[in-house]
């Protein structure tokens, strides 16, 4: 693979991981906020396990009120 390609490419894949973060950030953060910071609620809303939300919410940095 050309490095050239492999550069852009590598930039392009960062960008949409940075993405997706941003995305699953928003979508965790109005959960919570919807369901007052109620984890149960909010990962039944997320049709997620709860372990997997707490998880989540620590690998992203997430605050809980």
Known sequence: ??????VLS?????????RSMSFAILMIARALAK???NLTRCAEELKIARSS???????????RK
């Open 35 to 37: 369901n007052r910071g």
């Open 10 to 18: 590598t930039k392009d894949w960062l960008l949409n991981l940075e």
């Open 1 to 6: 693979l050309n490095p050239i390609l492999w």
């Open 53 to 63: 939300l707490y998880e989540l919410i620590e690998k992203l940095g997430i605050a």
